[in-house]
């Protein structure tokens, strides 16, 4: 299908949130980067993680405790990547671009490429949201059905009982599979990939040797196959599940919506700023530990809004937004609790489960 457009408006709603949310930082002076408290965060995680593989594959501990660092491990990679990656790709994690390029490189040592995620996450996601089609984050078919436009195959009769299972795929189908689809193809569902420059193809190739040999081959020579593989399908699998369900539930949820071009202009009905109200919905954003977790994940509104805005302000910024869509009557979709989100989830790939 063709990239459809969204139309230009003049005098918009989006033109009065940028002044007020410019009115916020004036007034506070800060920066719209992160600060302080990101940047102690992200050392503590980023310190957590090789300590507890490098206890795991070196020290192997009893089945008990390496069960619990296989848990732990995987809770840090979603971690570092909500909150180490994901600012470091929109530019938001520093005022210094050399450092939001260092740590977007996080994803690269996790088995993943920057390049491509930047490609598939920060142009299309962020701005063709849950348009069937063309964002691929809400392509998982035919194992699920995410929205009404999708085809309907019988499996998604009890697509709302298995989806824990297939989501718990994610981390695993993407580091060792869609990464190379769409590197070899060029293309990120319609939408075909710029020429990759050169240092891209080698820091390609590099990071998934590399990743082979920290995840696969020394836990192999060190702990043995079996160990291994029962520790590597625990990680990566909660890995999937975790990195999966945060964007599930700031998306494919009760209200949030699936808009379509009209057929005959190729043009979207609503301005950018507007279909992403529309698309987009908050969960768990009283829960201090959650949003601390995901990286502001919980407050997806403000980040598609906003994204070069660093995640440790959207608890601020979100009264600000919240109040102007109240003084423009636009829609702003919360979940006040994380189980009313995941309830929302289910009832949605309910809905989708009858044809």
């Not at 980023?46 to 594959?57: G, M």
């Not at 790709?89 to 740590?103: C, D, I, L, P, T």
């Not at 625990?234 to 949820?253: K, W």
């Amino acid at each position: 299908m063709s990239i459809p457009k969204f139309p230009s408006v003049r005098l918009s709603f989006h033109s009065e949130l940028k002044k007020r949310i410019y009115d916020y930082f004036k007034k506070t002076g800060g920066k719209s980067t992160g600060n302080y408290k990101l940047y102690i965060k992200a050392l503590v995680l980023l310190i957590s993680f090789p300590a507890i593989y490098f206890h795991l594959v070196f020290f192997t501990p009893v089945w008990w405790l390496a069960f619990t660092e296989c848990v732990v491990l995987a809770g840090l990679t979603a971690a570092i990547g909500f909150n180490v990656m994901h600012d470091g790709m929109h530019g938001s994690f520093s005022r210094r671009k050399w450092v939001n390029n260092m740590a977007g490189l996080s994803i690269n040592f996790l088995g993943a490429n920057n390049y491509l995620w930047k490609t598939k996450h920060n142009i299309i996601h962020h701005t063709y949201t849950n348009i069937d089609g063309v964002d691929d984050d809400i392509e998982a078919r035919p194992v699920l059905r995410l929205c009404r436009t999708q085809k309907y195959y019988r499996i998604h009769r009890f697509q709302h009982w298995y989806f824990w299972a297939a989501y718990s795929l994610l981390y695993l189908w993407w580091v060792f599979f869609t990464d190379y689809k769409k590197y070899f193809t060029r293309r990120i569902g319609p939408t075909p990939i710029k020429k990759i420059p050169l240092i891209q193809h080698f820091s390609f190739w590099g990071f998934k040797v590399l990743h082979l040999g920290v995840f696969v081959a020394l836990p192999v020579i060190f702990a043995g196959a079996i160990p291994w593989l029962i520790g590597f399908l625990i990680y990566g699998l909660l890995s999937g599940f975790i990195l999966s369900i945060v964007f599930q539930l700031a998306h494919t949820v009760e209200h949030t919506e699936f808009p379509q071009a009209v057929a005959d202009t190729n043009m979207m009905e609503d301005e950018w700023v507007l279909h992403q109200l529309k698309t987009t919905a908050n969960f768990a954003t009283c829960n201090r530990f959650i949003t601390w977790w995901v990286g502001g994940l919980n407050f997806q509104i403000e980040h598609h809004l906003f994204p070069r805005i660093s995640h440790v302000h959207y608890p601020a910024i979100s009264r600000i937004i919240k109040q102007t869509c109240r003084d423009f009557g636009l829609p702003y979709h919360e979940f006040p609790k994380m189980r009313v989100a995941v309830a929302s989830h289910i009832s949605h790939l309910r809905n989708l489960s009858r044809r």
